[in-house]
């Protein structure tokens, strides 16, 4: 890989996330401008088309979180632009980002992921929530997880230990989206895995085990305070450990996915990995997991200096459209039940 002189760092937006996502560019910055590269960070403005044309990167990191940032939409741009750009194409990007479609693409390859079933805020404004969760509720077994279908940072989600406590884990989840997710939960360990995929293939980092005082990892735990404890690598048995790293990286090779990603799981008391969750985006903030993997195996700022290289010489072709797996099944069709 050849030095890459001029990076582009595109943060913020107007996401729910837009601080995480100027801690995680601003970080970046300052590790890649320690290591001589030229380095602006943009906002997800107006202004950004100009900076781009005035600045002419060699290569653009997106580290918006959430919303345009991960659902492919910015990548659908930066495409367009026909400039390299760090992570995920913009297909491969909206597959993974939207929780159920990752989890159907992921269950169909026999993944174990937790059962789910995703519901549109626009069929309880038709049919009433009463009816629609007096419907629902008889199937369900407490507790489970309530989360938003996109976005990131534990934003919307929350545990529901009965119907009650569902109506109101549902009102916050649609805070933040239109569509919700209902998850089976499983009790174990919250295990995450980062994912860097350059010139020699994708390699897992070490996991990281997170553990909260209440169990509960949001967005609080993540930012705002120190009741998150982060182990590295994670409290698992050699055999568990290696095997949520085969996992991870089997998930990252299904979903498409390049250059880097996280993918998350609860590994239960049988040593299982439960596939979760899938980041395209990760965070780079001081408290964020992939740094804190990367530093575990060697050095963050070297990650992100071999990223943006090798990133700048992996160009793909522009293309309109990408091969549709017709063996994949579509979220209208049955899912694993909850």
Not at 46 to 61: E, H, K, T, Y
Not at 151 to 173: H, N, P, Q
Not at 214 to 227: E, K, L, M, P, S
């Amino acid at each position: 890989m050849t030095n890459t002189s001029r990076v582009l760092i595109i943060a913020g937006g107007l996401t729910h996330e837009r601080d995480v996502s100027m801690r995680s560019g601003r970080r970046v910055a300052n590790v890649l401008q320690q290591a001589g590269r030229e380095v602006v960070v943009c906002e997800l403005n107006p202004a950004l088309l100009d900076q781009i044309a005035r600045f002419r990167p060699d290569v653009i990191w997106p580290l918006v979180h959430g919303s345009v940032g991960e659902d492919g939409s910015l990548q659908a741009l930066l495409e367009g632009l026909d400039v390299p750009f760090v992570g995920s194409n913009s297909v491969q990007s909206m597959l993974a980002s939207n929780k159920p479609t990752a989890k159907g693409l992921l269950a169909a390859a026999g993944i174990d992921t937790p059962g789910w079933v995703t519901l549109p805020q626009s069929l309880f404004r038709q049919l009433g929530t009463t009816q629609v969760l007096a419907a629902l509720e008889p199937t369900l077994s407490f507790p489970v997880v309530v989360k938003p279908t996109d976005g990131g940072s534990a934003l919307g989600i929350s545990r529901a230990l009965d119907a009650e406590e569902l109506r109101s884990a549902m009102v916050d989840a649609f805070a933040y989206g239109e569509r919700v997710m209902i998850e089976q939960f499983v009790p174990g360990h919250e295990v995450t895995i980062s994912i860097i995929d350059l010139e020699d293939g994708p390699i897992a980092l070490p996991p990281v085990e997170i553990v909260t005082d209440d169990g509960d990892y949001n967005y609080d735990a993540r930012y705002t305070t120190d009741t998150a404890q982060y182990f590295v690598p994670a409290r698992l048995s050699g055999n568990e450990a290696a095997d949520v790293s085969l996992v991870a990286l089997e998930a990252h090779r299904i979903l498409g996915l390049r250059h880097l990603s996280r993918i998350d799981f609860i590994v239960d008391a049988q040593g299982t990995p439960w596939f979760i969750d899938a980041n395209v985006a990760p965070g780079m903030t001081d408290t964020s997991l992939l740094p804190l993997a990367a530093d575990a195996s060697g050095s963050f700022a070297r990650t992100c200096t071999d990223i943006v290289d090798f990133a700048a010489a992996d160009r793909e072709p522009v293309a309109l459209s990408a091969p549709v797996d017709t063996d994949a099944k579509s979220e209208s069709e049955d899912w694993p039940e909850l």
